[in-house]
């Protein structure tokens, strides 16, 4: 397109957002209306994309991290032919696809789901990575976002990472409108502040009017040209451009225009241009075939072996099995043991340093081009990064988050170290699979079987050395348990997990010498959780008795009562757990201090079926 044309294909851009809006009543159209002729330059001269085939290996691929902004994507499928009129103007309806902000769940030229901001580029990174790492493809990564969203930390973890990395393959484009949702944005239109920043992390900058097509054209060719570093383009535009009732005002984000037809009008009319997007160069896809054979990591009966280990291990033999398995840490790989993977397979190892949300980010951006990704660090360290966790469950993002140093088991490092809040949190992640082995075969079967899964999984690993309880060739189905003590005169169940399975387990030796018979059920899989084990153990003892390195809220007590919450009679439940705030004190007097060592599960096993022992 020349100059005029591309003009023009901005105002359909504006035209068709303002339309798409106005049809739903709700919606952003003023920040679509900002980024058209940015989004107009780029969809006609330098995305390579098949709308047809949009897991082609050599497409480009395009992250719009200001979701709201929606109405403009969606005038660009159109633009390109992807969707017709009629489709548009389904925006943010019941069923419809062109949702109020996008995800990969219902159109496949997403990449990832966005609007909750300052995600958009820490996932693009990821991809990035994919790309300039993994597949070496040639594709470039195009992310968009807005000038508010650069007040997110997460923007700059991304900022520094892309640098250190050489990302040359990765554009972002800010969409500086000065607006945000309730006034001007911390630096308005000064784009040299935020040139300073980026390149303060190590980025080419390029400053840019907005509006200005032909500009826009250049900006985008020299950053395909950089090398060895990301590009910013800095794009200084006007919220609501094209409208003098709207453009630049405050007040006006996230409605509808409040005269469509008017601001129609006054655009020039409905367009109906088409774009013959550029076709993406030929690649093949570089994902290495699966082995037929996965030979796990086998520990004897009676060893003391940690968990962490045992998935360190497990990993690593997985990366051999299967080639499509990548590993990424957050600088504890020492600790969470994901350094076995680097040693083996260095190329699918990615080191994120201390930054939580890019580790995450980046899982989320390497799943996206269908790689298998384990992020691990300290279980406790997850809670920086939940919103990208919240965020991957919307992009229906097949990752794997592994959680070391959980409880206070870790022992002398303190509540600071101490993942408590794992599980809960974990657990009401949409579609998660939560998984808390007791010994080393079970973390190594599972750990593999994780591979295999959809949506987040999340595996929770313990720092000590534990005694193997199962053999190597025990198999742990996910929504599983493990009995591992079972009578017939059975008193009370002790449900355990993780390091508490061993506290459980000498605590009913200790009351099966005093004549007391109780069952010990291994509640592995958290969620989805065995209700027909639990419920038969129920009925058969009458008397439930959790025990959890985590806090009382939402873990494993509440995992167990949720198998009772369809109308059936609950049963008496009591529930261990840690209730008070830790210090440091080693890990058998943490546990005892937290009222959930065997001492602790005998004394309560004892007050519930009424009995004292006679010594």
Known sequence: MDTAELVELGQQLRVDSVRAADAAGSGHPTSSMSAA????????????????????????RFVLSKGHASPLLYAAYKAAGAIDDAELLTFRMLDSRLEGHPTPQ???????????????????VGIALSGKRLERTGYRVWVLCGDSELAEGSVWEAAEHAAYEHLDNLTLIVDVNRLGQRGPT??????????????????????????????????????????????????RTLKGKGVASVQDREGLHGKPLPDADAAIAE????????????????????????????????????????????????????????????ALDGEVGDSTRAEFFAKEHPDRYFECYIAEQQLVGAAVGLAARGWVPYASTFA????????????????????????SHAGVSIGQDGPSQMGLEDLAMMRAVHGSTV????????????????????????????????????????????????????????RLTVVAAGVTVHEALAAVDALDREGIQVRVIDLYSVKPVDRE???????????????????????????????????????????????????SASPAEQLH?????????????????ETAIVR
């Open 533 to 583: 084990t639990l419920r038969q153990a129920a009925e058969d003892t009458g008397c439930l008795l959790t025990v959890e390195d985590h806090h009382p809220e939402g873990g494993i007590g509440d995992a167990v009562l949720d198998a009772f919450l369809d109308g059936r009679p609950v049963p008496r439940l009591v529930r261990l757990a840690v209730r008070t705030m830790p210090g």
């Open 186 to 235: 911390r630096h308005g239109h000064d784009l040299d502040a935020y040139a300073r920043r980026f390149r303060a992390f190590g980025w080419h900058t390029v400053e840019v009017d907005g509006h200005d097509v032909d500009a826009v054209d250049r900006s985008y060719s020299e950053a395909a040209s950089t090398h060895r570093q990301p590009t910013v383009i800095l794009a």
């Open 106 to 124: 219902r159109l496949p030229w997403v990449e990832t789901a966005t609007g909750s901001l300052g995600q958009g580029l820490p996932v693009g």
């Open 37 to 60: 002729d940015l989004m107009a330059v780029l969809l006609a001269h330098h995305l390579r994309y098949d709308f047809d085939r949009p897991a082609h290996p050599g497409n480009d």
């Open 435 to 490: 998984l808390y082995p007791c010994d080393a075969n079970q973390t190594a079967r599972l750990v593999a079987t994780t591979a295999g899964l959809d949506g987040v999984r999340y595996l929770r690993t313990s720092r000590g050395a534990g005694p193997v309880v199962y053999g190597p060739d025990e198999k742990f189905p996910v929504g599983g348990s493990k009995v591992l003590r079972f009578s017939s005169r059975d």
């Open 380 to 403: 406790a360290f997850f809670t920086r990064a939940y919103d990208f966790i919240r965020m991957a469950a919307v992009s229906g993002a097949g990752i794997n988050l592994v959680g």
């Open 267 to 326: 655009l020039g009319g409905p367009r109906d241009l088409r774009v013959q997007v550029r076709e993406p160069v030929a690649a093949r896809a570089l994902h290495s075939v699966r082995a037929d054979h996965l030979e796990l990591p086998r520990y004897d009966r009676g060893d003391d072996v940690s968990t962490r280990d045992a998935f360190g291990q497990a990993l690593a033999t997985l990366g051999s099995a299967r080639g499509d398995v990548v």
């Open 593 to 609: 201090a937290a009222g959930i060592d065997a001492e602790s599960i005998a004394a309560a096993g004892l007050l519930l079926v």
